[in-house]
């Protein structure tokens, strides 16, 4: 039981608690996406990292190799890829409109100008 | 044909959206999504006649057979959520035409029918599939299609409650995947039946703890249960008046499905060493949400608002369901899913018709709106009286099992509770009939608004009586969700007897 060979799950944390912290910290909302995207890669390495056989090949049929990877997380994860690309897509695009609209991407100006009015 | 049936209420509108996204013209597109939702709606229906005389309705989708290939399973459960939602779907379509051609500018009418049937075919999915995994992506499909939903509200602030929801939302769904991504691990499975199957053997084990705390979180996001409801108010409040109507009636509702599926069937909560703090959460939670959610909505400027917060509150009665932790516990939260979306499409509904005619739902405008629109607020007051659950209407049918199966665990403190809750329902419904029939009108703010009687277009009005009687008549007639609900859950119990 060696904790540098839990090195990724490790980054996966650190990934996660950052990710999340600027989400919830940051009032900047382009900043927020950016955080949200730590937070969903964060989740994609876990994915990934417990695909990973000790020693294992590339999961495709060849002479000689009897140990391969665990392919399947790896393609949920291209899934949870593309959702994450939509969701930050959409995320970009109603920022871009909240940015005609208010004039600001502060989530402490669009307070104050959704208070005003 | 037949035999395809259990994927049908999804492919449906999945390959509906594209092809919507074509037709460019308004209303080829809006009769295309129409008749869409109806063969949903009518594959739905079929698909709950066929379980209720069958039993469980299993589909290898792609012929890959369980548990490698995706499964959909339909039992009782499934089916009356797949109704539901297909049905809310139909009617919002059907009745909504004028109210979304005058809240949506029109060369992207189109688009907004597109997203429609996307969270239509997301919702579908996660309610018919028998896949965890399967049950994210499609979960990530109906919320991506919402966000874009809500954002198209005519105020700018629907902008920011669509990104705060996303935020949210995301956050939600991610935590879902990180819980499917653990049991995974643990498991090496992802068909409902199988880990249900493989579960019980790990109940010791933190990581599967850690998993379905993680599933859980996630799911009381999308449920908005308090204190995790920060995103809906804002949503219902900004949204266009149809897609609240739609997502108040079925979004809460599959949610609520999905922590229900995920506590009983995958992981049997009763049998599992989990369940005791669970509970305690569950009712803890519910009622705060009864009380905080109804509190805030007495005190709302605007009704759209208000009925908002009281979503929460009414989220808080199905949870106190679930958190019983027995049969009837589960009958009557199940009894209230298909109730509230009634009582809540037809408020909406009725209040959607009404901003048709002046603009805005804030209770300044509403002032004597009974006088012009009489048959539109009888149809909010028989939705208010439901809510409130006076004898004679569906709500009364909901709270009446909700407190027998609270006074069968003999927590008298909480039926209580639960009655008083009922108490302030009736205090913000009050505030709605002085307001719409005892105010006196104030100046209108849409211009080619006729003075005097008039009702809103026919559409919005028949499908708010439809809606409004459906209350009325599933308050006598109480076959439909109670057969179904009390099957449904006897059906998730026996599922974990040994």
Known sequence: ?117 | MLSHLPILPVLLPLLGAPICALLRKPVAAWLFACTVALLTFAAAIALLAQTWQQGVLSYALGGWAAPWGIEYRIDLLNGLVLTLVSGMASAVLLGGRASIWRETPEEKRSLFLVAFLLCLAGLQGIAATGDAFNLFVFLEISSLSTYALVATGRDRRALVAAYNYLIMGTIGATFILIGIGFIYMLTGTLNMMDLAQRLPALTESRTAFAGFVFIIVGVCLKLALFPLHLWLPGAYTHASSMVTVFLAATATKVALYVLIRFSFSVFRLEFSTLALPLETVFLTLGIVAVFAGSLVAIYQPDLKRGLAYSSVAQIGYMVIGVGVGTVIGLQAALVHLFNHALMKGALFMALAAVVYRVGDGKFSSLRGIGREMPLTCACMLLGGLSLIGVPGTAGFISKWYLVVAVADREQWVLVALILAGSLLTAVYIWRLVETVYLGVPGPRQVPDSPAGRAEAPPGLLAVSVVLALANVYFGFDTRLPVEAASGAAESLFAAGQP
């Open chain 1, 1 to 117: 039981m060696d904790i540098a060979s839990y090195f990724n799950y490790w980054i996966v944390i650190v990934l996660m608690m950052l990710g999340f912290y600027i989400v919830i910290a940051r009032g900047n909302l382009v900043k927020k996406l950016i955080g949200l995207n730590i937070f969903q890669t964060s989740v994609f390495i876990l994915y990934i990292s417990a695909g990973k056989v000790s020693d294992g090949a590339a999961p495709i049929l060849t002479e000689g190799v009897s140990v391969y990877s665990n392919p399947l997380p790896h393609v949920l994860i291209l899934t949870a890829i593309v959702v994450g690309i939509a969701t930050t897509a959409v995320g970009l695009a109603l920022v871009a409109r909240i940015h005609e609209a208010y004039g600001t991407v502060e989530e402490s100006q669009i307070l104050e100008q959704d208070n005003a009015c």
